[in-house]
């Protein structure tokens, strides 16, 4: 059974880098079929996706946070990871890692997506001096 | 960018009644629609792709409709345990962008 866990810091200093990493067990983050995924949610807000990474290091990313992410992957310890540069109090929120069932069908030469359907359980991120 | 909006922002339901939550993209995304419930505390459960596929074991009182910019997910008769909130979440667009709409809380009335 595939899982998925977030660790890394629960409070980062305001203008700082805020680092996470996503540990898969359960299976090889390096199948052709998915992509891996970081998501957000504010206190009290909505979803958030942030970026995604396919095990070759190829990756997308929201464009209103592209300039401060960046997401890599570490296919020797299955794992990926997650940076955001120059945080604000903003960015206090849980964070989620996830895989996503998706990738290219040279059949129909176009993406195929059936979703996010393994999670981790998320991890608070704190923003505060 | 393709903004999804979800109404209403909450929904009071009886137990044993039917829930129709609705999303709407501000252009359209054809068929590429996710839903997800979300409970308190808990990360998101995937429940529906392509606008009306059931992920894997999800109850057949899930169902999602719809194509284009307006999309419905009912659920036939609320269980206790359904409570929560539901995220649509459009991928027409993919790669590279996702976006999520702002979730619909379903309450027990």
Same mark, same amino acid.
């Given at each position: 059974q595939l899982q998925l866990q977030e660790s890394g810091p629960g409070l980062v200093k305001p203008s700082e880098t805020? /680092?996470?990493?996503?540990?898969? @067990? +359960? +299976? &090889?983050? /390096? /199948? &052709?079929s998915y992509y891996w995924g970081w998501i957000r949610q504010p206190p009290g807000k909505g979803l958030e996706w942030i970026g995604s990474i396919y095990y070759s290091g190829s990756t997308y990313y929201n464009p209103s946070l592209k /300039?401060?992410?960046?997401? &890599?992957?570490?296919? @020797? $310890?299955?794992?990926?990871?997650? $940076?955001?540069s120059s945080v604000t109090a903003a960015d206090t929120a849980v964070y989620y890692c996830a895989r996503l069932q998706? +990738? *290219?069908?040279?059949?129909?030469? $176009?993406? *195929? *997506? *059936? +979703?996010?359907?393994?999670w981790g359980q998320g991890t608070t991120v704190t923003v505060s001096s | 960018e393709?903004?999804? #909006?979800?109404?209403?922002? #909450?929904?009071?339901?009886s137990p044993g009644e039917r829930a129709t939550l609705s999303c709407r993209a501000s252009?359209?995304?054809?068929?590429?629609l996710a839903w997800y419930q979300q409970k308190p505390g808990q990360a998101p459960r995937l429940l529906i792709y392509g606008a009306s596929t059931r992920a894997t074991g999800i109850p057949a009182r899930f169902s999602g409709s719809g194509s284009g910019t307006e999309f419905t997910l009912t659920i036939s008769s609320l269980q206790s345990e359904d409570f929560a909130v539901y995220y649509c979440q459009q991928y027409n667009n993919w790669p590279p962008a996702l976006t999520f709409g702002g979730g619909t809380k379903v309450e027990i009335k």
């Open positions: 805020l /680092s996470l990493t996503c540990t898969v @067990s +359960g +299976g &090889s983050i /390096s /199948s &052709s /300039s401060r992410v960046t997401i &890599s992957v570490d296919t @020797s $310890k299955n794992q990926f990871s997650l $940076k955001l998706t +990738g *290219y069908s040279y059949a129909t030469a $176009k993406y *195929y *997506y *059936y +979703g996010m359907d393994v | 393709i903004v999804m #909006t979800q109404s209403p922002a #909450t929904l009071s339901v252009q359209s995304v054809s068929s590429n």
